[in-house]
Nanobody
Framework: VQLQASGGGLVHTGDSLRLSCAVS????????MGWFRQAPGKERDIVSA????????YYADSVKGRFTISRDNAKNTVYLQMNSLKPEDTAVYYC?????????????????WGQGTLVTVSS
């Protein structure tokens, strides 16, 4: 399984970015796709996740109402639309795939990881 994440960049407070994660090498029908982020000196925390089959979603409290996760079945791609960005959103963002089961919020559940894309929000 290969995950190709993209879309990071340098933006200002209040701006928007859309991250993409393309999945290849495996059927996506039963996967859970998660977005995690890791700031310097901090642990890798979940931001959002989506069940490919059901469309059920999860959001961390810190991003509820600002971020939206979605999937494109035709492109085997998951998106993370990030609006109203804040300096505290600055981190390397990783997409990850977990196989079967319900949405999980711990990194250990996710078996495959993308390379990470840096999001920097300046104040």
């Amino acid at each position: 399984v290969q995950l190709q994440a993209s879309g990071g960049g340098l933006v200002h407070t209040g701006d928007s970015l859309r991250l993409s994660c393309a999945v290849s090498g495996r059927a996506v029908g039963d996967i859970i796709m998660g977005w995690f982020r890791q700031a310097p000196g901090k642990e890798r925390d979940i931001v959002s996740a989506i069940s490919w089959s059901s469309g059920s979603t999860y959001y961390a409290d810190s991003v509820k109402g600002r971020f939206t996760i979605s999937r494109d079945n035709a492109k085997n791609t998951v998106y993370l639309q990030m609006n109203s960005l804040k300096p505290e959103d600055t981190a390397v963002y990783y997409c990850a795939v977990g196989v079967s089961g319900a949405i999980a919020t711990t990194a250990g559940f996710y078996r495959y990881w993308g390379q990470g894309t840096l999001v920097t929000v300046s104040s």
